[in-house]
């Protein structure tokens, strides 16, 4: 299971990079149009996409147990989305801590450790400035 959601979330991270990447190239990210913006069913899957972020971001405060950390994993998980919970969940996939088990993986609570949502926000708000 675990080399199965290893590949899951690589593969997410890999496409939205990619296709963060190709948008970028494409349009500048405050760039898009005024009738895109308010179109029903743009905001519609934008509100959906930021409630999936904040479910998400529930458990991340389950598994972090600073304040400090739980703020950035905040903000990186707002501004960077889907590409910040793949990182998160790799991170968990990834740490030896964590064993083999699911159960383990989804319950263990972690040691603060702030390098990794801080960089991860540094360079979200780096791109929102030079955007």
């Known amino acids: 299971m675990n080399l199965l959601l290893r590949i899951l979330f690589a593969g997410v991270l890999v496409a939205m ?27 519609a899957t934008l509100c959906d996409a930021y409630a999936g972020f904040l479910t998400f971001y529930v458990w991340v405060c389950w598994k ?4 400090p950390v739980r703020l950035l994993w905040f903000a990186a998980i707002m501004l960077l989305g889907n590409i910040a919970m793949a990182v998160f969940v790799l991170r968990e996939l990834f740490d030896p801590a964590n064993g083999t088990s699911l159960p383990e993986l989804l319950a ?3 040691p603060p450790q702030l390098a990794l949502p801080a ?13």
């Open 64 to 67: 972090e147990t600073t304040l």
């Open 108 to 110: 263990r609570r972690r």
């Open 17 to 43: 990079l990619g296709v963060t990447s190709w948008a970028s190239w494409h349009c500048p990210l405050f760039g898009v149009p005024r009738a895109v913006l308010g179109h029903p069913w743009f905001l």
């Open 119 to 131: 960089a991860l926000t540094t360079v979200a708000a780096a791109v929102l400035t030079f955007a």
